[in-house]
């Protein structure tokens, strides 16, 4: 099945898919789950420990990833991914020895940042059922978040068709 979604030959279309793993014990270097990670584009872990404390869609980004996403982004776009990646991962690293209080601030800056963005981090990725956004403005509000620069629009070229919202001069 999973050999068969993508595009076909030329005139028959392309089949999209959404496929699902479910893995026993979120082991996820189970064979099946570990083989389909290597057949994808991309994926997104749901993880039960955040659901659990509340967050919804409960996506694990560090555990979830977009072989293709780098090339559809600007590089304005990857870095506030990336900055946003970098400090997730940082206080992951060090959540449990910051939720015993065993950690002083301080002692580490990439720590002592990734503590300042964690909580507002945790509220972007928090999005309700009615809650919408466009990606351009998903963008702009992480980096905004993040005390980054917002990325721009690219520029038109000549070849490149008008925007589907610019204004027709006639």
Do not use: W
């Amino acid at each position: 099945m999973l050999e068969r979604a993508g595009p076909g030959l030329a005139g028959q279309g392309t089949i999209t898919g959404l496929f699902t793993v479910l893995v026993e014990g979120d082991d996820h270097n189970e064979p099946v789950a570990d083989a389909v990670r290597g057949i994808l584009d991309g994926h997104v872990v749901l993880d039960r420990t955040i659901a659990e404390r509340g967050r919804f869609p409960p996506a694990n980004v560090l555990r979830s990833v977009s072989r293709t996403m780098p090339d559809c982004n600007t590089d304005a776009e990857n870095a506030i991914v990336g900055r946003a990646r970098r400090l997730t991962a940082t206080y992951e690293d060090m959540a449990e020895l910051i939720r015993l209080g065993a950690y002083r601030g301080g002692s580490d800056a990439d720590v002592d940042e990734a503590i300042r963005y964690h909580g507002a981090i945790e509220g972007f990725l928090d999005q309700r059922k009615h809650e919408r956004s466009s990606l351009d403005e998903t963008y702009r509000m992480l980096a905004e978040l993040l005390d980054m620069a917002p990325p721009t629009a690219p520029e038109a070229t000549a070849d490149a068709p008008p925007a589907a919202d610019a204004v027709n001069p006639d």
